[in-house]
Each structure stands twice: as structure tokens, then as C-alpha cells.
């Protein structure tokens, strides 16, 4: 994978990401078959269905001013071309 395909994924779990979990949990990695990953697979396809507000909600809380405003140009906090608030 390229350099610039990889900066463009915002997450990935590997076959070795999910082994790391097992051993975690001593689970043998002979235990971990192809059958569990694909429940793995199954799983995360459900759960990661709801994709789309998880990132608006994330997206609002990261965005918001700790002010509770909506920065602006005119905003007193305004400075340099930015808000001076670190994001």
C-alpha cells in the first residue's frame, strides 16, 4: 500500500491486530481460527454500520468552542487568521 492510500484510511484491523487481542485475552493463536475472524469481521460490519453519526458526533464535540461559540472572523478570540483556542 501506498503512502498516500495509507493517509487516506481511517482505521484498519488486521489479522495480526486481532491475534494481539487473543494473546491479550491467552487465547491460543491456533484458537483464532478462520471462522472467528470472519464472526470478528461480522461483528465490526454491525457495529461499525452506525459509522456515519460516530463521526458527526465526534466531528461536533472536536469542532466546538470552549467558549460554546461559533467562531467567526469578528469573534474576539479571533487572531492571525484563526481561533486561538487549540483544537
Do not use: Y
Not at 494481539?20 to 471462522?35: F, G, H, R
Not at 454500520?49 to 469578528?74: D, N, R, Y
Request: charged letters at 30%.
Amino acid at each position: 500500500m501506498t503512502e498516500n492510500n495509507r493517509k487516506d484510511i481511517v482505521f484498519m484491523l488486521t489479522r495480526d491486530d486481532i491475534l494481539a487481542c487473543a494473546k491479550e485475552l491467552k487465547i491460543p493463536e491456533e484458537q483464532v481460527t478462520a471462522e472467528t475472524i470472519e464472526l470478528v469481521k461480522d461483528k465490526l460490519k454491525t457495529e461499525f454500520g452506525h459509522w456515519p453519526e460516530i463521526v458527526k458526533e465526534t466531528l461536533t464535540q472536536a469542532t466546538q468552542c470552549p467558549l460554546g461559540l461559533t467562531c467567526f472572523p469578528s469573534c474576539c478570540w479571533w487572531k492571525e487568521g484563526r481561533c486561538i483556542f487549540p483544537r
